[in-house]
């Protein structure tokens, strides 16, 4: 089945420092990604919704200057969470959905996310 | 977007069917119903996705009544390994339809 991949799984590091995320389709084309973040005990919240060849779309309340987003192919789009802070420490979660012609409603596939720890 | 309403929590006990319903009452007519299941540190993970009336795959089976304001996923004979937070989610086709969670139902499966 369809594979979306996130690199790394974890990441720790200073506060000021920027952070770059993949997502990778492994086995599919993605014209659309989306990213999700995640605090404890909390529900996925979108940020935002990558496009290939084209600028992401941001969700209302996310900074574009601090979450830079590239989908540059069609199978990778990366999120870079720049100049770090504390409060930036959450899950990160991509997914994608692989299209199949003729079929109407594929599911999204998810990846395994991104633990990012600001210090 | 069609609001979801789900129960916080659910416990329920090794080899026992368990039944989480889902209310989607404002549900439009091209939106298809979806369920995630989430363990602690990892992506969702697809379940089982219908239309309406009733959709059973390896895992899991979905019930959606005719109004399809509701549905209901239901799980047989849960395992420890069950134990999860389980999502609806409502929406329209398209690749480029972005999903949207609501809080989700913490499954606990005790022995």
């Known amino acids: 089945g369809a594979v979306v991949s996130q690199h790394p799984s974890w990441v720790i590091c200073k506060s000021g420092t920027s952070v770059k995320i993949e997502c990778r389709s492994l086995?599919?084309?993605?014209?659309?990604m989306f990213w999700y973040r995640q605090f404890p005990k909390q529900s996925l919240m979108l940020m935002a919704t990558?496009?290939?060849?084209?600028?992401?779309?941001?969700e209302q309340g996310v900074e574009k200057d601090k979450f830079l987003i590239n989908h540059a192919s069609l199978t990778l789009s990366t999120l870079t969470v720049t100049s770090a802070h504390p409060e930036d420490s959450s899950f990160y979660i991509c997914?994608?959905?692989?299209?199949?012609?003729?079929?109407?409603?594929?599911?999204?596939?998810f990846g395994d996310g991104t633990r990012l720890s600001i210090l | 977007l069609a609001k979801t309403t789900q129960p916080i929590s659910m416990d329920s006990y090794e080899g026992q069917e368990v039944n989480i319903t889902c209310s989607h009452n404002?549900?439009?007519?091209?939106?298809?119903i979806t369920w995630y299941q989430q363990f602690p540190s990892q992506g969702p993970r697809f379940i089982i996705q219908?239309?309406?009336t009733k959709v059973t795959n390896e895992v899991a089976s979905l019930f959606i009544p005719a109004d399809r304001k509701s549905s209901t996923l239901s799980l047989p004979r849960v395992s420890l390994s069950d134990t999860a937070v389980y999502y609806c989610?409502?929406?329209?086709?398209?690749?480029?339809?972005?999903?949207?969670f609501g809080s989700g139902t913490q499954l606990t499966v005790l022995p």
């Open positions: 997914s994608a959905r692989a299209p199949v012609a003729g079929v109407l409603n594929q599911p999204q596939h």
């Open positions: 086995d599919f084309q993605a014209t659309t």
């Open positions: 990558s496009n290939e060849g084209s600028k992401a779309t941001y």
């Open positions: 404002n549900i439009a007519t091209n939106d298809y």
């Open positions: 219908g239309y309406k």
């Open positions: 989610l409502v929406g329209p086709s398209g690749s480029a339809r972005q999903l949207t």
